[in-house]
């Protein structure tokens, strides 16, 4: 199935097969969060739900606001994303430099988190100069979240101070 969408989308034959980019399965089991910023209402693991909401409310309580733009992702959806993209007339290479390719999306596994605070444009390099990023950075280890994508990353993916990811 996914070598067929692959194929589809123009992703190369090759793309994952250096295992910097791994497959990752859907979760089955999912809880609801809240909504997105345009209202979209996010889902996550049930372990995962409850480690953001302790870590969203520990956050709060610093004065510090976590709000949640992205959580579980199908791999259906990643592959809209993509098509969007290019019928929007981006490249391929462009895209899969900032996307993954529908299967190896982390966002699949219902353990990552895209994040956002007041004051700072989403899912852009400017969330690292927000206080939500300096405090996820002292923080977010005590509810089992990292950051995945840090610079220079060995999967490739261009920085991502907004996503973070928590451990199986």
């Not at 199935?1 to 989308?9: A, G, I, S």
């Not at 259906?76 to 981006?90: E, S, T, V």
């Not at 007041?118 to 969330?127: D, I, K, N």
């Not at 405090?135 to 990292?146: C, D, H, M, V």
Request: no cysteine; glycine share 8%.
């Amino acid at each position: 199935m996914l070598r067929e969408l692959h194929q589809e989308l123009g992703i190369p034959e090759d793309y994952g097969l250096d295992r910097t980019k791994p497959v990752f399965q859907e979760a089955t089991e999912l809880l609801e969060v809240g909504p997105n910023l345009v209202g979209r209402m996010q889902r996550l693991t049930p372990a995962t739900a409850g480690a953001w909401t302790a870590m969203q409310g520990a956050a709060a309580d610093d004065g510090v606001t976590l709000l949640i733009v992205s959580g579980f992702r199908s791999i259906d959806y990643q592959a809209r994303l993509i098509r969007k993209k290019i019928n929007a007339g981006q490249s391929v290479s462009e895209i899969l430099s900032v996307n993954a390719a529908p299967g190896h999306s982390e966002h699949h596994t219902g353990r990552a988190v895209d994040i956002a605070s007041p004051g700072s444009r989403p899912l852009t390099e400017e969330f690292e100069d927000s206080d939500a990023f300096r405090w996820l950075q002292a923080n977010a280890a005590t509810y089992g979240f990292s950051m995945s994508y840090p610079r220079d990353n060995p999967a490739g993916f261009v920085y991502e101070p907004w996503h973070w990811a928590r451990n199986a």
